[in-house]
């Protein structure tokens, strides 16, 4: 088994509250931030050298599905090719309600199907709305959270703007949590290389 010192799974909200357009927008800034030199600096700048991705659709109830599998990033080339899956990931799932809780115990057990041996697990939840369908979200963190996984967050506050207390009290857990925030999808970009740099580091200081 290959060793990593973090297997980060990107778990991203695919709901009918974001349309088509900031769909295209969410996955654009996850492949350029996994393209950015200071990302992959920190994703592979760990004891181990590497860190393994996957990325997770969900959106209601029994829609949940991995669109990009778990991938090995220890140089350039890797990378780059993660990121090209995620730009032309397709949304494989209906949009429908917010079925974070959901969303979140997929990711979950995806991250234990890594086939990576991890120093450090990593779910990334990534949305625009509060949960309103399915098993809420708290109890599955702290399932997350007892079995050694961290759980951040990005919330959109385009459609909810208080949204960031609802993944503050109800999403993250764990050693080092956090819950950023950006205004709309045009922001997305940024705030999602902030948020992947601040992972990243944090496993290759650890």
């Avoid at 600096?41 to 778990?70: D, I, N």
């Avoid at 959270?145 to 207390?165: K, R, S, Y």
Wanted: glycine share 12%; with cysteine.
């Amino acid at each position: 088994m290959e060793k990593v010192d973090l297997a980060l799974c990107l778990a991203v909200d695919a709901s009918s509250s974001v349309d088509y357009d900031e769909f295209a927008l969410m996955l654009g800034g996850y492949a350029a931030a996994f393209r950015d030199d200071s990302v992959m600096a920190a994703l592979t700048g760990g004891p181990r050298g590497a860190t393994a991705a996957s990325l997770l659709l969900w959106s209601g109830r029994g829609e949940q599905a991995v669109a990009v599998p778990w991938g090995r990033i220890a140089d350039r080339a890797a990378a780059e090719g993660f990121a090209e899956a995620v730009w032309n990931a397709p949304r494989l799932v209906r949009a429908g309600a917010t079925a974070l809780g959901e969303g979140m115990a997929a990711g979950l057990a995806l991250l234990a199907a890594c086939p990576c041996e991890a120093t450090r697990l990593v779910l990334d939840v990534s949305g625009d709305g509060r949960h309103n369908q399915g098993r809420p979200p708290g109890p599955v963190r702290d399932i997350g959270v007892a079995a050694g996984v961290t759980i951040n967050a990005l919330a959109v506050l385009n459609e909810e703007p208080d949204l960031l207390d609802h993944y503050r009290a109800e999403v993250i857990g764990g050693p080092g949590a956090f819950v950023l925030h950006t205004p709309d999808y045009a922001a997305f970009a940024e705030a999602i290389r902030a948020k992947l740099l601040r992972e990243a580091i944090g496993a290759a200081i650890a």
